[in-house]
């Protein structure tokens, strides 16, 4: 029958025609999820000043959205905001909110994985409008907290994740690229916000902005609107699936060898969850994958990110301060986040487009790693700039790195476990990395009030991400090599008249299709050898 | 060479930094504490990059200037009075002393002016220092005015001319200049001023209903008490929170800062207010504005942004059924097509068939 058998060997993601589309919604979408908390410090002063509450109260509402954000960066404050406030940003809020539940990450994941990418940034959206809208009238602190950090900052949190995820399902071949243009939404929405909202404050005062802003935020609804669900609901070409989860969980895997990114697969994957899953724990593991957990890549990236986030956003958030304690004006200070915006924004898509090169795609895990050293290596040589043009160079390299390393960010972890886990992978990377990158920032206040010189914080958060960049390095060359010897076991293996080979056959020749895509289903072939009797069974159509 | 020199501790405001310390002095390139004591031969050059701060509270006792005292007479517009203020003053266990000194000439390109804020009562010395380039100049006339007084009793040193004040009145503070006459002509001024405060250059906006609060910091100084003005007309009417309780809340959060908190706005309540500082020496006064809004205004942007969103995404989701229905219909033909090709290879397939039978 014609539609079966092209199930078998449907085409992969589509790499382009809508998927550029979903990329300017995943654009908007990340942008604002991003760099959206960070706009919000203009209208602090404000509503401090209105409230007649403490700094570190109102930074409270920043540091809840950022925490029920992921990945949220309490870090790099808004280019417009002035340095005191910046050097407050520091504050004891943020150190107890590393404690704050990081629900929304996992959330998400399951959310995705539910009812796909599509509803959850709408429904995302329309939770970021009315957050911000209910803030417009709020009367004390308090409510602010509620309205602003915990609606808003779910909101954003739903937008996120879901963009990422859709853009695994959407492109392959080019996917470094089209994850490169994504992430470049956040310096570029960060540039428009910044004297977005210091206008809307100055004619509208706070309650009129964040009004205002509300509607603004809608904007991720359409962004949502664009994330066409890919592969139309074809009738389950698969056999039926006994009720049992852990078979359902390995049909799952099963697919992911088949076919990364099949048009077909995401209904599959909705009917499996549907029709399986009757144990509890079984179920969770259906909607987060918490087998991940086994998996030698994602434990890698695991540790090797955790460290990372350590030292990574705490320059961006005292560069400004620095910059004012060693005799340069607020507005030259505020500057130099705007020069690393403005070349961030530029890094991101570049980045995207040299990862997807012949070159270094097989490798990108070692240039993500070298990414990450090139980073640290910009904070030890930061104590060295002296004066205003050292410092610009700084910001340029410093710039350029973090742009590198955010725009592989996603690409590296959906590289190591694939796309069809990599919903669950990205929950999961969520919970274990918010801790650190909360502590990140309040780690180097302490050290910056400890020694009262700025330049043992850029030293510690050099070292660290350098460790972790040799870390990643040293570890994915043992991870390839490993997965080069599974290869070459699976590939002996296949000498064998198994019935295996079927299957088999039709995953190597669509390797020959996307030999560029080698290290991709390298994380899949494992796991293949651990299912094959079953894989066979139901493969056999 | 213009070097202009500070000794002592208050404020210059050419620095315009609020949180400048008496420690921070050092920041400005060109900045040196020397303390210059005429009739006493203490070595006082120091390098110029080096900086001394004088601590207020420790410093004046009365005995180490009183020789200073007498070996000038204090300067003045009116000297009886201020000779006999000056001997209560004396007395004065905390009074505050500085000096100020200008070196002439000018550099190019800086002003040979000083301005010193004082916001107490404050014996101060002000000297014009000539460069020792030009130390082999003769015939140097020194005038000392205050406005357009001429001051005598003038401190001379090798080649330094200075007068010393005792300020404690509104009325003393001005400008007050020195000019050295030779070959050519140099000339110094220092301005003496109470401490302005600085008011919002934006207005502060907010709704009808709502509350707005006003703050007023001083930097640096504590003023003895905080005044609001608010303008009637051309007029400043004084704001009375105890009468007016349910309308304004004045509150003096901390020693330099005030807050004004207005509640139940209305259009009435726009306009511009003012806070006045009242120091020992005089009062100045900050400006602020506020704008009243009803909430109309961002009501208007709001709505249309919501009208564009709910057009972006109908056009969206409209242009996605409509590119499924031509995919379907393209498919449907495609069926169709394929249909049509097995009907027809079945039915090749069956006379070849029969005609491979016949054949056979």
């Known amino acids: 029958m014609p539609p079966l058998a092209n199930a078998g060997q449907a085409p992969g993601p589509p790499d382009g025609g809508w998927g550029w589309a979903v990329v300017c919604g995943a654009f908007v979408s990340i942008g604002f999820a991003y760099a959206f908390p960070k706009g919000l410090a203009i209208f602090f002063k404000e509503i401090q000043d209105f409230f007649g509450t403490s700094y570190s109260e109102v930074a409270w509402v920043s540091s809840i959205m950022l925490a029920t954000t992921y990945g949220a960066d309490g870090k790099k404050r808004n280019q417009d905001l002035s340095i005191r406030d910046q050097a407050r940003c520091r504050h004891p809020s943020l150190k107890v909110l590393s404690a704050a539940p990081q629900l929304p990450g996992p959330i998400s994941s399951i959310l995705v994985n539910r009812y796909g990418s599509r509803p959850v940034v709408i429904f995302g959206g329309l939770l970021c409008g009315i957050g911000m809208v209910s803030a417009a009238f709020c009367t004390s602190i308090l409510q602010l907290y509620i309205c602003v950090g915990f609606i808003t900052g779910f909101g954003l949190a739903l937008n996120l994740q879901p963009s990422v995820i859709i853009i695994g399902k959407y492109f392959l071949k080019r996917r470094p690229i089209a994850n490169g243009l994504a992430m470049a939404g956040s310096p570029v929405m960060l540039c428009t916000l910044a004297p977005l909202n210091q206008f809307l404050f100055d004619n509208f005062g706070w309650r009129g902005s964040f009004l205002i802003l509300g509607a603004i935020l809608l904007h991720c609804c359409v962004a949502g609107a664009l994330f066409r669900p890919i592969g139309a609901p074809t009738p389950p070409v698969k056999p039926q699936v006994t009720g049992k989860g852990k078979d359902a969980l390995k049909e799952e895997v099963t697919e992911d060898a088949m076919e990364m990114g099949s048009p077909t697969k995401v209904p599959m994957e909705d009917k499996v969850e549907e029709e399986g899953g009757k144990a509890c724990c079984e179920k969770i593991n259906q909607y987060l994958d918490f087998s991940l957990f086994k998996h030698r890549g994602f434990l890698i990236y695991l540790i090797g990110n955790v460290l990372m986030f350590l030292g990574f956003f705490a320059p961006i958030v005292f560069l400004a301060p620095y910059a004012k304690h060693i005799g340069i004006d607020e507005y030259s200070a505020a500057f130099l986040l705007s020069i690393l915006a403005i070349v961030d924004m530029i890094a991101r898509p570049t980045t995207g487009i040299i990862a997807n090169s012949k070159w270094v795609r097989p490798q990108i895990q070692y240039f993500f790693s070298f990414s990450i050293a090139f980073n640290g290596t910009c904070h030890l040589l930061c104590p060295l700039a002296s004066g205003y043009t050292g410092l610009v160079i700084y910001a340029i390299f410093f710039g350029l790195a973090f742009g590198m390393v955010c725009a592989m960010l996603f690409e590296t972890l959906m590289d190591l476990v694939g796309a069809a886990r990599f919903t669950s992978a990205v929950g999961l990377v969520t919970i274990a990395e918010c801790c650190t990158i909360l502590l990140g920032p309040p780690i180097g206040g302490t050290l910056i009030d400890t020694f009262g010189d700025y330049k043992y914080m850029f030293i510690k958060c050099g070292a660290v991400m350098v460790l972790a960049g040799t870390f990643l390095f040293i570890m994915n060359y043992y991870n390839y090599r490993m997965l080069a010897k599974e290869e070459k076991e699976r590939k002996a293996k296949e000498e064998n008249p198994k019935p295996v080979r079927t299957e088999n056959e039709g995953r190597n020749s669509w390797n020959k299709e996307t030999t560029r895509d080698g290290p991709e289903l390298e994380p899949l072939s494992k796991e293949q050898e651990g299912l094959k009797e079953e894989v066979n069974g139901i493969n056999e159509v | ?360």
């Not at chain 2, 390098?47 to 004088?54: G, K």
């Not at chain 2, 002016?113 to 020792?132: G, P, V, Y």
């Not at chain 2, 031509?326 to 249909?339: G, H, L, S, V």
């Open chain 2, 1 to 360: 060479m213009l070097a202009v020199k500070a000794t002592g501790c208050a404020r210059t405001e050419l620095q315009k930094d609020p949180t400048v310390t008496t420690q921070d002095a050092s920041h400005s390139q060109a900045n040196s504490l020397t303390k210059m004591q005429t009739g006493l031969n203490v070595s006082s050059p120091e390098p110029m990059t080096t900086t001394r701060t004088v601590n207020r509270q420790t410093q004046g006792s009365p005995s180490d200037h009183l020789t200073f005292g007498h070996n000038v007479s204090v300067p003045g517009p009116d000297l009886t009075t201020q000779e006999f203020k000056q001997e209560t003053k004396e007395h004065v266990s905390n009074a505050t002393f500085v000096e100020y000194e200008i070196l002439l000439p000018g550099v190019s390109g800086t002003s040979t002016e000083k301005n010193i804020t004082l916001d107490r009562a404050t014996r101060i010395e002000l000297s014009c220092r000539l460069d020792n380039k030009y130390s082999h100049l003769k015939s140097l006339q020194v005038t000392w005015k205050w406005g357009n007084e001429t001051l005598r009793h003038i401190n001379k040193t090798e080649n330094s001319w200075g007068i010393q004040l005792r300020i404690w009145d509104n009325s003393q503070l001005g400008s007050y200049s020195c000019t050295l006459k030779g070959e050519e002509e140099m000339h110094a001024v220092f301005h003496l001023q109470v401490p302005k405060i600085e008011g919002k250059e934006k207005p502060i906006v907010s709704y009808e209903g709502d509350t707005a609060v006003m703050i007023c910091k001083s930097y640096g100084y504590t003023p003895t008490a905080w005044t609001w003005y608010m303008t009637n007309g051309s007029e400043q009417v004084a704001i009375n929170d105890s009468l007016l309780a349910d309308k304004y809340v004045i509150n003096r959060v901390s020693a330099n800062v005030t807050h004004l908190k207005i509640l139940k706005l209305t259009k009435e309540d726009d306009g511009i207010y003012w806070c006045e500082a009242g120091f020992e020496l005089g009062k100045s006064k900050g400006k602020l504005k506020l704008k009243v809004l009803s909430l109309m205004v961002p009501l208007k942007p709001f709505l249309a942004i919501v009208a564009e969103v709910i057009v972006l995404v109908t056009v969206v989701f409209l242009y996605e059924i409509y590119s499924k229905k031509k995919e379907k219909c393209a498919a449907d033909e495609k069926e169709f097509d394929q249909i049509e090709q097995l009907k027809s290879e079945e039915s090749n397939g069956l006379e070849n068939s029969s005609t491979r039978h016949r054949k056979i």
